[in-house]
């Protein structure tokens, strides 16, 4: 230590060319985290100045709260229907799409078009499509003879989560197909001529040398589905509003935390808890981080080393 | 085991007015190692992809044996490839990317690991089968794709410019490693690459292609001695031959003029090169650098093999002196393109540069004015409209 | 705290910038949650501008349930604006004791409301926001045109209505659009209902805890609520939001619709040709049916405000004959004593239904504030059968908070 001097300032050196990023990390994540967290220590009610520490009572109350364990369940249901959807239907479509057919930028460019576009609009369309009153989509199927299909869709508790999870998996789709196929364009040509000239079909060919390949695809995917589907809010607020209608059938983390924040009626704040709101954020936050972490080990070990 | 037959196999690629491959016929026999080379771009990798049925062609036919190939999937075709990135599969170790081929095949476990163990012995690769491909060195990835090829025992080969990716001294051992094994296997092998030293050393025939059309196929030396045109003239060899606009003259003894200095042909020549007898004017003149020699150096020089020159630029390559000499004749160069054969014209300071293998003995230094011999009877003459060699 | 100094020493700045104008300007900031009457509004604040010059009013609308979301952001944030609404009551106190809102007492002329807002807007002699915008009563609109179609006289009962409900569905009509969405309709509904069994004398019971929301006769206003949610509304009335339930109500969509005084301006601006009259909502059993009243939003002015003598002068003119007069003749009730819609026949149809029984609305009563957020998340659980009347009722009973 006495003896380099020089060495070691120079090794720290480097902290000052980190500083920026550093200081602004901490100004809008590590500093908004350790304050949102103190304030869910307290019960503070979202008005006011009356504020008092009751230390980790919202936790602990969040571990026996119900609608919690609920919404944490819907959003799980969506996960698994949109992993399954995107890992199936997405690969698929991006595997047809590598083949490059005609108009495939037109292709791509549809199937993209709802990951661009603002889901708060394309999620208040779909309410007009499926309404039993003036959509678009009850018609439609009658005309083809599926009466029984004709459904008040977003009213009835099984199927609104069903039009959630459906409105989810159109939204995301383009993601999955563009995430599988930057990883299909790495399979290198080669190596698909090899395996068929090894014998492969083109089936073999598919499961046994290209999608081991796709391997980073698929945890990156699976990852960004966990966080996107478990933050999900917007697309059940459009669809069936802050109370997760009907009956909180499609009731959220999102929908859940914004309700017990801010509030879900113009007449009365009086369900309104925003410590405890903010408690429920900050635990989700962590428990989808242990799982993201779980996730990707797992999933990372599976991955190949080039 | 079985001959290989294409009969004039074509193709064309979307959106391209050039055809790739034009009406290549090809006979590779039982067993016969069939070198492609060519510049890129010449269609080598073309026919090869054409051969394996990783690409349909656009007309014509492949004849495996007696058995018409061209509507049959790769994996029909009792071929093994080689690709020149190896194309291991990274996710599997070494032991599965040779087993592969018979996984595929459904063939036994226990026979899988016998063969698989055989041929990693053959290959010393015994060491490396639990590994993953992206561990092992290039000159071990290159085996491990040999080995990927043999093990299934297929009638042919196609291996498109296996070595380009290794180091030039690896590149040199594993020459002589695949030439030895396919020996032994005796499997009728199709070898593309850009590289004529690859060619001349391992081919039984080597196929000159250019611009998608075959230019000559023959062995090592008859590429080397009988080149069909300017072209396979000046790819073969190296340094490459020397050609320049000569003149011809005379009826019994033939005389070919180079700038003003004036040659004597040997019989020999008109042997080799009968097209010439009948013909006086312009040719094209090639000749070897190694068939030009110090004159000081041979005592027996006669009037009319040696031209005097100045040396424009001397390289010791310790066995040989390269001189390039500077004669005052038009010299021709051959491009990879057939529009490429251009004439620098002859200006009053500037000449042809004619590349001359001297002994080391040779007291020739840059500046001097030398003498070279040239051995007349090893001259090569070809059309100076078409290029084509004058042996006819 | 560094804030307010940071915002003083602007102010400050401000100020002196400001001394050297020779007409000096105040603009207020001010919001509401009634986009629907934009136009009204603005005819009323241009008025107010005219009389005024050099006061500027600058409104902007938030809609529906993000307008509270933002409010309280704002004011936590101490960025809202000098001008606010929030329904009178438990809301406003609330944001009294948060010290969000200026104490108007004596600075604002409440002399000349009528004496049920005065009562409204005053807790322990103090006032802290204004009605400048009216006030509202719930009842029942139908459409006159598809009745007399029909040869049909709005219900008044519940036997009355249930039977219309029949008649009107096998006609391939859709008698009542309510959008259940977000649970506020049918909350008023529970409250028309439950105030016509007990009146306003059994509301003030209940507040002390005398009546009950799970006496027997209440629970009926329960039962009747789920029969009319399972039987009378539109087809996906449970995921049928506010705006489309609105439009499929003006676009004759369906015979009735509850709504209030002052939704008529909408439906009016979706079809103008609409022929609405209304009727007090059906009774539960045989007692007298019910209306129920309530304030809009009474105007506050944030603590924050940089010039509250100008607020004080809006509020001041916004209560006076001449505003209170537009705001009956566009837009809804007015509080004002003395001040009658010049022709309105919607609103003297409210007048008469509210004759025989009239109830303040729950969520301005600090005792009943939480029952509208429970009945509002549990109709849902009621109207799908999730729920038993009995059951719903006990849950809004829960949510009584009675003083002692």
């Not at chain 1, 003896?3 to 602004?24: C, I, T």
């Not at chain 1, 391997?215 to 059940?236: E, Q």
């Not at chain 1, 879900?264 to 962590?286: H, K």
């Not at chain 3, 009926?220 to 539109?234: H, K, S, T, V």
């Amino acid at each position: 230590m006495q003896s380099n001097p020089k060495n070691r300032r120079s090794s720290y050196s480097h902290l000052w060319f980190v500083l920026p990023g550093l200081a602004f990390f901490l100004a809008v994540m590590i500093f908004p985290i350790l304050f949102a967290f103190g304030l869910s220590m307290t019960d503070w009610s979202g008005l006011g100045n009356d504020v008092s520490f009751i230390g980790l009572a919202n936790y602990t109350e969040i571990l026996g709260y119900w609608p919690y364990y609920r919404a944490a369940l819907h959003n799980a249901a969506i996960f698994v229907a949109i992993l399954v959807f995107q890992h199936t239907v997405g690969l698929y479509i991006a595997v047809l799409l590598n083949e490059k057919p005609r108009f495939m930028e037109f292709y791509r460019t549809v199937l993209f078009l709802p990951v661009i576009l603002s889901l708060v609009a394309t999620g208040f369309v779909w309410t007009l499509m499926l309404s039993p009153n003036i959509g678009l989509i009850n018609p439609a199927l009658r005309s083809v003879g599926l009466d029984f299909l004709a459904l008040q869709w977003l009213s009835n508790p099984t199927s609104a989560l069903g039009v959630v999870i459906a409105v989810t998996a159109w939204n995301s789709l383009g993601w999955a197909i563009i995430i599988y196929l930057a990883g299909l364009q790495n399979v290198s040509e080669e190596l698909r001529q090899a395996a068929a000239m090894d014998g492969a079909n083109t089936r073999q060919i598919f499961w046994r040398v290209t999608f081991p390949q796709l391997s980073p695809a698929f945890t990156a995917l699976s990852v960004l589905t966990f966080i996107g589907t478990f933050r999900t809010f917007d697309v059940v607020y459009v669809l069936t509003g802050p109370l997760g209608a009907p009956n909180f059938s499609t009731d959220v983390l999102g929908t859940l935390i914004y309700r017990t924040a801010f509030g879900s009626s113009s007449f009365s704040s009086a369900e309104i808890r925003f410590a405890f709101g903010v408690a429920m954020a900050l635990l989700t936050m962590l428990v989808m981080a242990v799982i993201c972490r779980l996730i990707l080990k797992v999933l990372r070990a599976r991955e190949i080393e080039t | 085991m079985a001959s290989v037959t294409l009969q004039g196999l074509s193709k064309v690629y979307d959106g391209s007015a050039k055809p790739s491959l034009d009406h290549l016929d090809l006979e590779i026999s039982d067993g016969e190692f069939l070198v492609l080379v060519g510049p890129s771009g010449c269609g080598k990798s073309t026919a090869l992809k054409l051969i394996g049925g990783l690409e349909d062609p656009s007309g014509g036919d492949v004849y495996i044996g007696e058995q018409r190939v061209t509507d049959f999937e790769s994996r029909d075709r009792d071929i093994a490839m080689v690709f020149q990135s190896y194309a291991l599969y990274p996710h599997m170790s070494v032991f599965d990317n040779i087993a592969f081929p018979l996984q595929i095949a459904k063939v036994d476990k226990a026979e899988i690991s016998k063969r698989v163990q055989a041929v990693a012995e053959t290959l010393h690769l015994s060491a490396f089968l639990n590994q993953r491909p992206g561990r092992l060195s290039g000159g071990q990835r290159q085996r491990v794709a040999m080995g990927r090829a043999i093990i299934r025992q297929p009638s042919v080969f196609l291996m498109d410019e296996p070595l380009s990716n290794l180091d030039a001294k690896l590149r040199v051992k594993m020459r002589s490693e695949i030439a030895q094994i396919q020996r032994r296997l005796d499997v009728t092998t199709i070898y593309v690459t850009h590289d004529q030293v690859e060619a001349m050393t391992m081919g039984d025939r080597v196929a000159i292609m250019r611009e998608g059309v075959l230019q000559q196929v023959a062995t090592p030396d008859d590429l080397y001695r009988k080149p069909a045109n300017t072209f396979v003239a000046s790819f073969i060899g190296s340094p490459p031959m020397n050609l320049f606009r000569a003149s011809l003259s005379g009826t019994g003894d033939k005389q070919i003029t180079l700038g003003d200095q004036t040659l004597t042909i040997a019989p020999e020549s008109i042997e080799a090169y009968p097209g010439i007898s009948a013909h006086t004017g312009d040719v094209i003149l090639g000749i070897r650098p190694e068939d030009i020699e110090d004159a000081d150096l041979s005592p027996d020089t006669r009037a009319g093999d040696t031209i005097t020159a100045e040396v424009a630029h001397l390289e010791s390559l310790g066995a040989d002196h390269m001189v390039h000499l500077a004669l005052e004749a038009e010299q021709v160069h051959v491009g990879d393109q057939p529009q490429d054969q251009v004439e620098t014209p002859l200006g009053p300071t500037s000449g042809g540069l004619c590349i001359c293998r001297f002994s080391p003995r040779s007291k020739a230094r840059s500046g001097d004015r030398v003498r070279a011999r040239i051995a007349t009877d090893n001259l090569h003459f070809f059309d100076p409209a078409t290029g084509g060699a004058l042996n006819q | 705290m560094k804030k307010r100094v940071f915002r003083s020493l602007v102010t400050a700045a401000g100020l002196a910038f400001c001394a050297n104008q020779t007409l000096a300007e105040t603009t207020l900031t001010m919001w509401h949650q009634h986009p629907e009457w934009k136009s009204a509004v603005e005819a009323i604040l241009d008025k107010f501008e005219a009389a005024h010059p050099d006061i500027k009013i600058d409104l902007e609308e938030i809609a529906g349930t993000n307008y509270s979301a933002r409010l309280n952001t704002a004011l936590a944030a101490g960025e809202a604006p000098d001008l606010f609404g929030l329904p009178a009551g438990p809301e406003t106190v609330a944001a009294a004791e948060a010290g969000y809102i200026t104490d108007l007492t004596g600075k604002v002329d409440v002399a000349n409301l009528r004496d049920a807002a005065r009562e409204a807007i005053e807790t322990n002699g103090q006032v802290w926001g204004v009605p400048i915008l009216g006030a509202y009563s719930v009842g029942l609109y139908y459409h006159r045109d598809v009745f007399e179609e029909n040869g049909l006289t709005p219900p008044s009962t519940q036997a009355e209505f249930l039977e219309m409900c029949t008649t009107l569905k096998d006609k391939g009509i859709t008698p009542m659009v309510v959008p259940a969405s977000d649970g506020i309709v049918p909350s008023f509904m529970y409250m028309m209902l439950t105030s016509s069994v007990m009146g306003a004398d059994g509301f003030a019971d209940l507040r002390a805890g005398k009546r009950k929301f799970t006496d027997p006769d209440m629970v009926d206003a329960a039962r009747f609520l789920q029969e009319i949610g399972q039987n009378c509304l539109q087809p996906g009335a449970l995921s049928t939001p506010y705006v489309e339930g609105k439009a499929l109500a003006a676009m004759k969509r369906g015979a009735m619709m509850p709504g209030g005084s002052a939704d008529y301006v909408g439906y009016k601006e979706i079809n103008p040709n609409v022929d609405l009259g209304v009727v007090p909502f059906p009774a539960v059993g045989d007692n007298a049916p019910s209306t129920v009243t309530g304030l809009e939003y009474i105007f506050l002015v944030n603590s924050d405000a940089e010039d509250k003598d100008a607020a004080y002068t809006f509020l001041n003119w916004m209560l006076s004959e001449e505003a209170q007069q537009m705001v009956v003749d566009t837009i809804t009730m007015t509080t004002h004593k003395d001040v009658t819609p010049s022709e309105n026949r919607i609103l003297d149809e409210f007048t008469s239904a509210a004759k025989v029984n009239d109830v303040r609305v729950f969520y301005e009563l600090p005792e009943t504030g939480n029952v509208w957020s429970v009945v509002q998340q549990n109709v849902a659980a009621l109207f799908l059968g999730e729920m038993s009347p009995e059951d719903f009722a006990q849950a809004a009973q829960d949510a009584v908070k009675i003083a002692n």
